[in-house]
């Protein structure tokens, strides 16, 4: 198995424990969408190049529905999201892009 393919297991796997670990249903399809972005292409590499974006997009869906007050993560939520972020940031920047903002991101 590659590490592109053990990578897009890993996201999937955190996603899928972040969804069943949710109680707020609007919290439940944003999850539900960033994995569906993701795993869509049936190509390995068009799904590596999904997950950055759909990561990114479900923290944004995740912190409105914070600040609305709509729904509060928990510590292992919060964990999960963090190693969703770290992973995608790590794995999954690609170019010049990554390889400037790598310390910023190895700060964390």
């Given at each position: 198995?590659?590490?592109?393919?053990?990578?897009?297991?890993?996201?999937?796997?955190?996603?899928?424990?972040?969804?069943?670990?949710l109680d707020n249903d609007t919290a439940k399809k944003a999850t539900?969408?960033?994995y569906n972005k993701i795993n869509r292409p049936t190509k390995l590499s068009a799904k590596f190049?999904?997950?950055?974006?759909?990561?990114?997009?479900?923290?944004?869906?995740?912190?409105?529905?914070?600040?609305?007050k709509q729904?509060?993560?928990?510590?292992?939520?919060?964990?999960?999201?963090?190693?969703?972020?770290?992973?995608?940031r790590r794995s999954f920047q690609k170019g010049f892009e990554g390889l400037l903002f790598a310390g910023v991101w190895s700060a964390q």
């Open positions: 198995m590659s590490n592109k393919e053990i990578s897009i297991l890993h996201v999937n796997e955190l996603l899928t424990k972040l969804y069943d670990s539900q969408k960033a190049k999904e997950v950055l974006e759909a990561i990114e997009n479900l923290k944004s869906g995740l912190s409105r529905l914070s600040l609305a729904n509060r993560l928990t510590k292992e939520q919060e964990e999960i999201i963090y190693e969703l972020t770290k992973l995608s």
